[in-house]
């Protein structure tokens, strides 16, 4: 068994019962019973069907307004495996906007979907030579299946990773627009009167995309100038005005509809002023 590649898939999966599972599987190899080609394949397929699951939940996946039902060969509404890593992937976001405002091509991406799965597919469900332990196609069969998975648990994380970066630098002037001076009030417990010279938006950070809503956290510094005294004390000399600088964070949610339509409250922003009484 090639232990790189098992090594490789087992990095990608992050939570124990898929490590246990994946583990397992590769285990039922050493056996010597003829179905332990057919069982590997069973708990690949089951692995990656619970996987999905968790990352992109049936409710979820329906309340999307590009999800379209789809049926199976019963004439039964089924949410299909490349649904749900388009979900895993952008969410409730729309393709149009997506290709519109971070100039991605969702629908290139969707077909690298399907090929992913339709590979995955075709090294999961077996035929009846594999199944009765010809070793030969059978092993075949396990490196090839590992291979699939691999490409599986590497192209969801990449394509995400390539759409929210897009997403978060679109998300910078928008959100810079919309953290005006106003909202910086916090401060004004540190001096009697101050004066906020300007902000700085430090970094954005997509946390979460979900059906309904994105949500980001924000990080910057306010430039601000401190008084103490009145402003008479001030021009008699028995006053001063002290400039500093603050770092702040706000966690903001986005309407998945309109991503680009940021509001911004006072009491999102937490500044952290400790540094004053240093």
């Known amino acids: 068994m090639n232990s790189d590649l098992t090594t490789s898939i087992l990095d990608k999966l992050k939570k124990e019962f898929y490590k246990g599972v994946f583990q397992d599987s590769i285990k039922l190899l050493d056996t010597s019973i003829n179905t332990r080609f057919s069982n590997f394949a069973t708990n690949i397929r089951e692995l990656t069907r619970n996987f999905l699951e968790e990352f992109a939940p049936d409710s979820q996946v329906r309340n999307c307004t590009w999800y ?43 077909r690298k ?16 030579n594999v ?11 396990v490196e090839n299946t590992l291979l699939a998975l691999d490409e599986f648990l590497k192209t969801i994380p990449d394509f995400r990773f390539m759409l929210i970066n897009k997403l978060e630098e679109r998300l910078y002037n928008e959100v ?20 906020i010279h300007g902000s700085h938006l430090e970094s954005i950070n997509v946390l979460s995309i979900s059906s309904e809503e994105i949500i980001i956290e924000i990080k910057g510094f306010v430039e601000v100038e401190h008084q103490y005294g009145s402003d008479g004390d001030y ?44």
């Open 176 to 195: 810079s627009m919309a953290l005006t001076d106003d909202i910086l009030g916090e401060i004004d417990i540190l001096a009697t009167h101050y004066w």
């Open 113 to 128: 979907l399907n090929k992913v799965i339709q590979k995955l597919n075709k090294y999961t469900h077996l035929n009846e």
């Open 68 to 110: 379209k039902e789809v049926l199976n060969k019963e004439g039964k509404v089924v949410i299909t495996r490349v649904q749900r890593m388009i979900y895993s992937i952008k969410g409730g976001l729309t393709d149009e906007f997506i290709e519109e405002e971070l100039e991605i091509d969702f629908g290139d991406v969707t």
């Open 131 to 141: 199944y009765y332990g010809d070793e030969s196609l059978g092993y075949k069969m």
């Open 235 to 278: 021009k008699r000399g028995d006053g001063v005005r002290i400039e500093n600088s603050y770092p702040f964070q706000a966690i903001i949610e986005i309407d998945t509809h309109y991503p680009l339509e940021i509001s911004i409250k006072s009491e999102q922003i937490i500044v952290d002023n400790s540094s004053f009484y240093e």
